[in-house]
């Protein structure tokens, strides 16, 4: 039935650049040890929020490349290039790109609209406009790290980045690309925290970018990389809810799918998609109950840690992989982790009703 | 693999709502390009566009991409025949750029001005591209993997290569897929920018011709399983035999001068098909009347086909660039082509470009009996999609 069946999917490398994590696996794992909450700061109007300093960031990317993207999209190369620098892939080879994004290049879009409304079309910036388009990130991150095969962006509330991680191991499953890059960005405007106010989404909100390089196993194997992590399984589904609303339905499918895929009964810990925002956590509690009954996995969100933003969920994979490999899951208050076994489910439940559930464990 | 087929076609255009209507215009070479009635255009270049004349479905609340969405999504299930069960367990890919952009832009218009416009929250509610996803969701019922791509222009035709996939793979048995969207002022203001628009209805492949004509719609098919449809007794339009999807890795906005990514999009969708290029008579082009695009697209074909050896379209000349929604349209009029044995014209062709070494079906519907035909579709950022159709 699935394609999941059919080619096993590693992942080989990692990248990630947010407020509190800037490196490839062993960074992740360092800071996995003991998860500190990033400082939150009123980055976003009267919001507290977790802001990447410019400085780390303009560390990370040549001040040509610099003055020429656009900070998501620098956010988006940074973190691309640490995953293909650790999984050594040669992009000649054949690699795909598949990026999810939540709200895309939300600052360049507001910045064109204010450029008509102070001047009118006079105002109007020629070189903003494509970055108007959702799809910026990924055209620049392929021209850099010359993708050539098929490069998505998605688009989803919250799980806009375990969606991206999910689609890619498809496509490298059914045998349609060897090597995937994919991952999660979003950055913070000011104005985001308006909207959020208005839409009655009162989770913290931050900013980054996490990417994985997703492969297939015998390709992976072949050339002698390091395996970082199996992707088992995933799946993905519809919950009925209205356009950035909380559903009540708690049965799902998803979990049951992936975990039917990664021929598992049940996973040994889990990842979620919890970011303080109260309905739609509270609704993926049910939701998880409902699939996996009465029994209390060990389970852990870092979104209160890192802030909610795209990169999160794919960071969740990466973390995944982490806890499968170590058999460590990290405290939450930055104590000592907990020792777990099995497999581990990461799942997604976004305002709207999508929901993503990928099973990863140790190679 | 799966062998997929398409069973249930649905269409929302600058022609009206449904499908007959798009066909009835597309064959009778109906330019419904016209005066911009939509946004304010004072002060831009050009001021025209192909807006769709009438929305029917869906409560006025809702997004005017939402409501082109659901009436092209709606007449594709109920053409296809399926049930309610059924949807439970569809999947639904959705290709989208402005999203309700339209509306939010209304809320920034009015927020800049110090006003605070009723129903905004609705408005930033359905601002982003999955917004769609969620409606149509919501509203119809479809309760199996969902997600929508934002490619740029090729968005339309990456979504029916994203559900072909899930079905071919064994995933679902069923999807909706298709892409929408309406007219905004980001995206005219855009291209006007840019200096891509023509002030006159556009003229794809034309020697003359000075830039794209922009247009908004939506279309959705309704794809299956061979065998599923085959079960159930449903009627299938076409088959869709392979696809492609590249990426140039060229330039953020124009196309790699030699078409490089677009003849590996084509040459993957036929051998995904197991199709020869010579068993192709019809390939339905991305055709945006800009001089580079036509230029190189045209270039790219012949590579693949050889020159002159087949049809080549471009019915932008007749509903503009919908954007989001241009490579599911023009996924619907290539299968159209199929079933109805005539070819759409490029509407505005009087002085065909020398460059252009094909036969561009200059004006007037062509009636043509193909067995396979292809369907382009480009995108900013070097995206790149074709999609190969059999004849069922």
């Known amino acids: 039935m699935s394609s999941l069946q059919r080619r096993g999917v590693v992942i080989t490398g990692v990248g990630v650049v947010n407020a509190a994590v800037v490196g490839a696996s062993p960074a992740l794992g360092t800071w996995l040890r003991r998860p500190r909450a990033a400082e939150r700061s009123r980055a976003v109007g009267a919001r507290e929020a977790v802001r990447l300093a410019e400085a780390t960031l303009a560390g990370l990317i040549d001040p040509g490349e610099g003055r020429r993207l656009a900070r998501v999209c620098r956010l988006t190369l940074a973190a691309a290039r640490l995953a293909v620098a650790e999984a050594g892939v040669d992009p000649a080879a054949g690699l795909g790109l598949v990026v999810g994004s939540e709200l895309g290049d939300f600052t360049s879009t507001i910045a064109f609209a204010d450029g008509y409304l102070a001047r009118g079309p006079a105002g109007l910036s020629a070189l903003l406009f494509p970055s108007t388009v959702m799809n910026t990130m990924a055209a620049t991150t392929a021209i850099a790290v010359a993708s050539r095969e098929l490069s998505l962006t998605i688009n989803v509330p919250t799980i806009s980045g375990e969606l991206a991680v999910a689609r890619a191991a498809s496509a490298v499953a059914g045998g349609r690309v060897d090597a995937v890059l994919a991952g999660g960005v979003d950055e913070l405007d000011p104005l985001v925290a308006e909207m959020l106010d208005v839409l009655g989404d009162d989770g913290v909100r931050g900013e980054g970018a996490t990417f994985l390089m997703l492969e297939a196993e015998p390709v992976a194997r072949a050339r002698g990389a390091s395996i970082l992590g199996r992707i088992a399984g995933a799946a993905w589904r519809s919950l009925p809810a209205r356009p950035w609303g909380v559903g009540r339905q708690v049965a799902s499918r998803a979990i049951h799918e992936a975990l039917s895929r990664a021929e598992r009964a049940a996973p040994g810990w889990l990842y979620a998609s919890a970011s303080g925002d109260a309905p739609r956590d509270a609704w993926e509690s049910r939701v998880l109950a409902a699939a996996l009954g009465p029994r209390r996995f060990p389970t852990l969100s870092l979104g209160a840690h890192l802030g909610h933003h795209a990169g999160l969920g794919a960071l969740h994979v990466a973390a995944a992989a982490w806890t499968a490999r170590t058999g460590l899951l990290p405290d939450a208050a930055g104590g000592e982790p907990a020792r777990v076994g099995g497999c581990g489910l990461v799942h997604g439940l976004g305002r709207g009703g999508g929901q993503v559930a990928l099973i990863v464990e140790a190679e | ?392």
Request: glycine share 12%.
């Open chain 2, 1 to 392: 693999m799966r062998r997929v087929l398409v069973t249930g076609l649905g269409a929302v255009s600058p022609f009206g709502a449904g499908v007959k209507a798009f066909w009835a215009g597309l064959a009778a070479g109906t330019c419904a390009i016209r005066p911009l009635t939509l946004i304010d255009a004072e002060g831009f270049r050009c001021r025209i566009a192909a807006e769709v004349p009438e929305i029917a479905a869906g409560s006025p609340r809702r997004s005017r991409a939402d409501r082109l969405a659901l009436g092209a999504a709606v007449e594709a299930l109920d053409d296809a025949g399926l049930g309610g069960e059924e949807r439970g367990e569809t999947a639904l890919v959705v290709g989208a750029v402005g999203g309700g952009m339209l509306e939010a832009e209304g809320w920034y218009w009015a927020r800049a001005r110090g006003e605070r416009a009723p129903g905004w929250a609705a408005a930033l509610r359905s601002m982003l591209p999955a917004a769609h996803g969620e409606t149509l969701a919501h509203r119809l019922g479809l309760g199996g993997p969902r997600h929508t791509v934002v490619t740029a222009c090729s968005s339309g035709a990456v979504a029916l290569a994203e559900a072909a996939e899930l079905i071919a793979d064994g995933v679902v048995d069923c999807a909706v897929a298709g892409g929408v969207d309406a007219v905004t002022r980001l995206c005219f203001m855009g291209f006007n920018t840019l200096k891509l628009l023509d002030p006159a209805p556009c003229r794809p492949f034309d020697r003359d011709r000075r830039g794209m004509s922009i247009g908004e719609g939506a279309a959705f098919v309704v794809l299956e399983a061979f065998e599923h449809a085959r079960a159930r007794g449903a009627r299938a339009y076409a088959e869709l035999a392979g696809h492609g999807m590249t990426t140039d890795a060229y330039h953020v906005t124009a196309p790699q001068p030699e078409g490089e990514g677009m003849v590996r999009a084509m040459r993957a969708a036929l051998a995904a098909g197991g199709v020869a290029p010579a068993a192709v008579g019809y390939v339905n082009a991305h055709g945006t009347a800009t001089p580079q695009n036509d230029r190189i697209e045209a270039r790219a074909i012949g590579q693949v086909f050889g020159s002159g050896r087949v049809l080549v379209s471009s019915i932008k000349s007749m509903i503009g660039h919908t954007m989001a929604a241009a490579g599911s349209l023009e996924a619907v009029a290539t299968i159209l082509s199929l079933t109805h044995e005539t070819v759409p014209p490029t509407a505005s062709l009087t002085t065909p470009d020398p460059e252009v070494d094909f036969d561009c079906v200059p004006r007037i519907a062509r009636e043509a009996v193909v067995e396979h035909a292809i369907s382009n579709s480009f995108g900013f950022g070097g995206q790149n999609v074709t999609l190969l159709f059999r004849r069922a």
